[in-house]
């Protein structure tokens, strides 16, 4: 009896071995899962992953599907794994879906863009708050310090459900670093490790606490100065760096992110005074003894402009040195000092950033002005304490508590148009090839009375002195006298607030010679103007301005621009006024005129006839303006060059006098 029982306590003790083993070899067997690929980059890691989608009404998907619109939800994560900090990170986006951006949480839109915006075209994006990221040597792997998820929401058209609309590429968008193309995982997410690129050479040390200061074409600096537990004072300073840069009456706009308002403001002014915002919002609630009568703004974005020169020696307005001047600013090549605008401004904080210490620069920053290049400008990045001399007088400096640098760049937007136009001329032509057809710009509007595609008319020289609406006449007698094309219906204007006429009034064997006269036919006049002509060939020979102040300029490292601006008292182009009869007579434009005369000593080979002679651009206070895509035939219409380039001169010449 003994040994049955021992026999059958061993067979169920083996039976348990056998079950047990089973039970625990899938587990001993089974691949222990793959590490994420994140672990496997020694640099930034960029991730895109696509969260949900769905349709938006209208429904367009039998009849239109392409452009169906179509809610989208991502997220893209940026990981510092490398063993520097990542200062002002920047990542790429390469949407390419029409997408229309609506929200992104923990970024702004690196261009100064506000939210929604159209990012169709692929977008940088940049940190904000959260602007650097540190390793995990300094956090011990912290993420909340080392990485950073924006979360993503907008439209996109045309890729339904269950397609996915992936960007194209996602890369590291700061300098320095080379990222190879992205991996893709499934069907709704990439990912991409980007590295320091060891051929870019830098000058900067990782010990060091802030980004040295970027170079562009024009810089603005947030300086803040003075700091209380509720409120700070900013000076803000704009430079113009670009020799062919400017600004007339500068407007200039930034979002404020922590629901901020403008107390006061000394050397500037909003363009709306307006507190409401605040009276009927949380900061009406929080600062409820604080007369909200004396607050200038509580725009969420407000819109600041410069005060006149009236205004300078104004005790609560004025007093700041670089302000109250209408918003101009000139390249530094006309006037150091003017070259330079600046302002300051008492900023109220909101809770939770009531301390000293929490200071946070405002975002999308945006200026512009009337008749000047457009700027696109980045996001603030934190610079070392700027220095400003004691107002004491004392020889010493005081340091900003903190600086923040926006860089600005000269940028031509998408769809804009230029704002002037040029026309060519010469002595062996009688003919004048004007501006091109909707140079500066038609409305729809047009389309009924003219066209916007048709050529140009050649025109005689006397019709430059009259507005383009009064041309015709002289336009189609014009073409029947030369046997020209005579379209009906007639092309349509440049609607052009100025216009530049090039001529060509002499060419001789050790020289030549060009008159260039600019017409304002708006209704604002320019003070302290300049203009720049680039040339192919003709610049080193340049000798003499004779009304204007002329120089040759060297823009990146080419010595091929002549600027001009006027001389002292002819520095004012006046906008278009009445004639001396204004019930039959056209309207008269403003007008300024040099001739220019060339050697060509130092440009052996030019053949001014053929296109030496003419400029290949043309700038007016910074605006790059339109120019003919032809030149005056040099044979076809030609007259006596003697006797006609004595009636231009004549023509010319009374463009003064008149």
């Known amino acids: 009896m003994a040994a049955n029982s021992n026999s059958l306590f061993l067979i169920i003790f083996i039976f348990n071995l056998i079950v047990l083993a089973a039970s625990q070899s899938p587990a001993a067997d089974a691949p222990s899962p793959a590490p994420p690929p994140s672990d496997s980059c020694n640099g930034v890691y960029l991730s ?40 002002s990170w920047r990542a790429f986006v390469g949407f390419r879906h029409g997408e229309f951006l609506v929200s992104a949480s923990s970024a702004v839109l690196a261009d100064g863009s506000t939210l929604p915006a159209s990012v169709e075209n692929g977008t940088v994006f940049a940190g904000f708050p959260m602007s650097d990221l540190k390793t995990a040597i300094k956090t011990a792997g912290d993420l909340t310090q080392m990485q950073v998820q924006v979360k993503l929401v907008g439209t996109q058209f045309g890729v339904a459900p269950p397609d996915v609309p992936m960007p194209d590429n996602i890369s590291l968008a700061n300098d320095g670093f080379v990222c190879p193309k992205p991996t893709l995982q499934g069907k709704s997410g990439m990912h991409v490790c980007c590295t320091v690129d060891p051929d870019v050479k830098t000058n900067i040390t990782v010990e060091e606490e802030f980004l040295p200061r970027q170079s562009g074409d024009l810089s603005i600096m947030y300086d803040v100065t003075r700091t209380y537990d509720s409120s700070y004072w900013a000076q803000v300073t704009i430079s113009n760096h670009n020799p062919l840069g400017r600004l007339d009456n500068w407007k200039l706009s930034w979002d404020w992110m922590r629901d901020e308002f403008i107390y006061t403001m000394k050397g500037a002014y909003p363009s709306v005074v307006d507190s409401s915002d605040c009276i009927f919002g949380s900061q009406g ?25 009236t205004k300078y020696n104004d005790s ?80 010493s400096n005081s340091t900003a508590v903190a600086s923040w640098q926006v860089v600005c760049n000269i940028t031509q937007l998408k769809g804009a148009s230029p704002r002037c136009c040029v026309s ?16 500066c710009g038609c409305s729809r509007a047009t389309d009924r009375t003219c066209s916007t595609t048709t050529t140009a008319m050649l025109l005689p020289p006397e019709a430059l002195l009259i507005p383009f609406e009064n041309r015709t006449a002289k336009a189609k007698a014009w073409a029947d006298l030369k046997h020209l094309p005579n379209p009906d219906p007639m092309p349509c204007g440049d609607n052009c607030g100025v216009s530049i006429n090039w001529h060509i009034a002499t060419d001789y064997s050790r020289g030549w010679s060009a008159r260039i006269t600019l017409f304002n036919w708006g209704e604002t006049s320019f003070p302290d103007w300049f ?23 060297e823009l990146d490292g080419y010595n091929n621009t002549l600027f001009m601006e006027g001389l002292e008292g002819l520095n004012y182009l006046v906008a278009e006024t009445d004639a001396a009869n204004p019930e039959k007579d056209p309207r008269v434009p403003g007008k300024q005129q040099t001739v220019i005369s060339f050697k060509k000593k130092n440009t052996p080979g030019i053949n001014v006839p053929m296109g030496d002679g003419f400029p290949t651009k043309v700038f007016f206070n910074g605006e790059e303006c339109s120019i003919p895509s032809a030149l005056p035939s040099n044979g076809v219409g030609k007259t006596s060059a003697t006797s006609f380039s004595s009636l231009l001169l004549l023509v010319l010449v009374l463009l003064i006098l008149i």
């Open 316 to 395: 609560n307005l004025g007093f700041k040195p670089y302000c109250c001047r209408n918003g101009t600013i000139l390249p530094p090549l006309m006037d150091a000092s003017k070259s330079i605008s600046s302002f300051q401004l008492q900023v109220f904080k909101m809770p939770p950033d009531l301390n000293r210490s929490e200071l946070t620069p405002p975002q999308n920053w945006r200026i512009n002005g009337t008749m000047n290049p457009d700027y696109k400008c980045g996001p603030p990045v934190r610079v070392s304490p700027s220095q400003f001399p004691d107002p004491s007088g004392l020889p």
């Open 48 to 87: 895109y992953a696509h969260t949900a989608g769905s349709k938006l009404p209208p429904d367009l998907k039998k009849s239109d599907p392409t452009h169906q619109p179509y809610r989208f939800e991502s997220t893209l994560t940026v990981l510092n794994n490398g063993l520097d900090d990542l200062k």
């Open 531 to 553: 203009a720049a002509v680039q040339m192919k060939k003709a610049v080193p020979g340049f000798e003499k301005m004779y009304s204007f102040n002329g120089s040759a300029l």
């Open 424 to 439: 060519f001329s010469a002595y062996y032509n009688d003919s004048v090839v004007p501006c091109k057809t909707c140079a």
């Open 285 to 309: 609630t929080y600062y409820g003894d604080l007369d909200f009568a004396n607050v200038l703004n509580c725009e969420r974005r407000p819109t600041l402009i410069d005060l006149p020169p």
